[in-house]
């Protein structure tokens, strides 16, 4: 058993970023889906949506969950120690971000609200405790549960370590049934039994990261296999529950529900099988930039491009235009960023720069550098 990545590894993980990011983006984007549980009332714009957006994208919060807890626990002994200094290396690398991107939506919330002529009725506390437990960003409930796990690592790796088998099992049955044990705080889950499982499973990974190599050195024809059960149950889960919903809703049935769970371990393998073979080192590159663009690129920039996109189209194909103009300019914002003002482009990514993502991935050891997971705030 091999416990040390590989440099295609970690390239590997670098390209899933990339990937995963737009996923991310992507589905923030999305302006149409079905409304009806019969297959033939969706158009096939809301039926693309659907597959690409509520199937195909939805691999990306697993597949960040996992990169976090494999590099965290790769670099952990179990020593209070290394415990303290890693919780405050992720004060500075998931905290800081979390409270700036926080207050810039805040505010951005309170003048928008403002100049529709519809103020915030918040008073001082509970404008506070909306920045500290749900700001108006909604990719921040994600970095939010990263700091749960990393105060919780501890009990994870002593779990993991007894019994792995039960333990993953058990959390795997938690999240393929949906069931979330944890209560709401401030309007979100304290923790999210997706983000807790795959978390998990990248520590059991630690000792295991053969497999990885494995899969990725898999013969071409089982990639293409992988990708095509991952659509295939994707499209499968659409046809059987066309308006499936499971964000904070139950509108889903028990078949769809295991098609959907099953369709993004499929999609995990597949994801990974492919990004092995999509390894350059302008999507390395990219994956230092990738944080930034999970940072900016939903509330208020979604808002102002909401706003443009109302002038000239129907919104139900927004997404088909703004995503690929988000994406494309997410990047090239933090490309010029980080060149033009490279102290405080790693202030606010916590570190995750483009530099660091090239010397991440040409180096034997990370265990001190940044993972490769850029855009999942995983250090």
Same mark, same amino acid.
């Given at each position: 058993?091999?416990?040390?990545l590989?440099?295609?590894a970690?390239?590997t993980?670098?390209?899933?970023?990339?990937?995963?990011?737009?996923?991310v983006v992507?589905?923030?984007?999305q302006s149409?889906?079905?409304?009806?549980?019969v297959?033939?009332?969706?158009?096939?714009?809301e039926?693309?949506?659907?597959?690409?957006?509520?199937?195909v994208?939805r691999?990306?919060?697993?597949?960040?969950?996992?990169?976090?807890?494999l590099?965290?626990?790769?670099?952990? @002994?179990?020593?209070?120690?290394c415990?303290?200094?890693?919780?405050?290396?992720r004060?500075?690398? +998931?905290?800081?971000?979390?409270?700036?991107i926080?207050?810039?939506a805040?505010?951005s919330w309170?003048?928008?609200?403002?100049?529709?002529? @519809?103020?915030v009725?918040l008073?001082?506390?509970?404008l506070i405790?909306?920045?500290?437990?749900? !700001? !108006?960003a909604?990719?921040?409930?994600?970095?939010?549960?990263?700091? +749960?796990l990393?105060?919780?690592?501890?009990?994870?790796?002593?779990?993991?370590n007894?019994a792995?088998?039960?333990s993953?099992?058990l959390?795997?049955?938690?999240?393929?049934?949906?069931?979330q044990?944890f !209560?709401?705080l401030?309007?979100?889950?304290?923790?999210?039994?997706?983000?807790?499982?795959?978390?998990?499973l990248?520590?059991?990974?630690?000792?295991r990261?053969?497999?990885?190599?494995?899969?990725?050195?898999?013969?071409?024809l089982?990639a293409y296999g992988?990708v095509?059960?991952w659509?295939d149950?994707?499209a499968?889960?659409i046809?059987?529950?066309p308006?499936?919903n499971s964000?904070?809703?139950?509108?889903?049935?028990?078949?769809?529900l295991?098609?959907h769970?099953?369709?993004i371990l499929?999609?995990?393998?597949a994801?990974?099988a492919?990004?092995?073979r999509?390894?350059?080192?302008?999507?390395?590159k990219?994956?230092?930039?990738?944080?930034?663009?999970?940072?900016?690129?939903?509330?208020?920039?979604?808002a102002?491009?909401?706003?443009?996109?109302?002038?000239g189209?129907d919104e139900?194909?927004?997404?088909?235009?703004?995503?690929p103009?988000?994406?494309v300019?997410?990047?090239?914002v933090a490309?010029?960023?980080?060149?033009?003002?490279?102290s405080?482009f790693?202030?606010?990514?916590g570190?995750r720069?483009?530099?660091?993502?090239?010397?991440?991935?040409?180096?034997?050891?990370?265990?001190?550098?940044?993972p490769?997971?850029?855009?999942a705030?995983t250090r």
């Amino acid at each position: 058993m091999r416990t040390d990545l590989s440099v295609e590894a970690k390239q590997t993980f670098q390209v899933v970023a990339v990937l995963a990011t737009v996923f991310v983006v992507a589905i923030h984007y999305q302006s149409a889906s079905p409304i009806s549980a019969v297959i033939e009332d969706a158009s096939w714009n809301e039926i693309f949506q659907a597959f690409l957006l509520g199937g195909v994208a939805r691999v990306a919060v697993p597949l960040f969950a996992f990169a976090a807890g494999l590099f965290y626990f790769r670099s952990d @002994d179990g020593s209070v120690r290394c415990y303290w200094k890693k919780i405050r290396q992720r004060a500075r690398s +998931v905290g800081v971000p979390y409270l700036v991107i926080g207050a810039i939506a805040m505010l951005s919330w309170i003048a928008v609200r403002r100049i529709e002529g @519809d103020p915030v009725s918040l008073n001082f506390a509970e404008l506070i405790a909306t920045w500290l437990l749900h !700001p !108006p960003a909604e990719q921040m409930w994600f970095l939010r549960d990263l700091m +749960v796990l990393v105060a919780i690592a501890p009990m994870i790796r002593l779990v993991i370590n007894k019994a792995p088998g039960i333990s993953l099992t058990l959390l795997a049955a938690l999240w393929v049934s949906h069931y979330q044990p944890f !209560p709401i705080l401030g309007g979100w889950y304290l923790l999210s039994t997706e983000t807790l499982f795959f978390f998990a499973l990248g520590c059991a990974a630690v000792n295991r990261s053969d497999l990885l190599e494995r899969l990725g050195n898999a013969n071409t024809l089982a990639a293409y296999g992988l990708v095509i059960v991952w659509f295939d149950l994707v499209a499968a889960r659409i046809v059987l529950q066309p308006d499936f919903n499971s964000w904070y809703a139950t509108n889903y049935s028990v078949p769809s529900l295991l098609i959907h769970k099953f369709s993004i371990l499929a999609g995990c393998m597949a994801m990974w099988a492919a990004a092995w073979r999509l390894r350059r080192e302008s999507l390395c590159k990219l994956s230092g930039l990738s944080f930034f663009v999970y940072l900016f690129h939903e509330f208020p920039l979604r808002a102002v491009a909401h706003r443009i996109a109302a002038l000239g189209l129907d919104e139900s194909v927004w997404f088909w235009t703004l995503s690929p103009i988000i994406v494309v300019g997410c990047y090239s914002v933090a490309n010029q960023a980080s060149r033009s003002l490279p102290s405080i482009f790693a202030w606010i990514t916590g570190g995750r720069t483009p530099g660091s993502a090239m010397k991440l991935g040409n180096t034997t050891d990370v265990s001190h550098n940044h993972p490769p997971l850029s855009s999942a705030a995983t250090r």
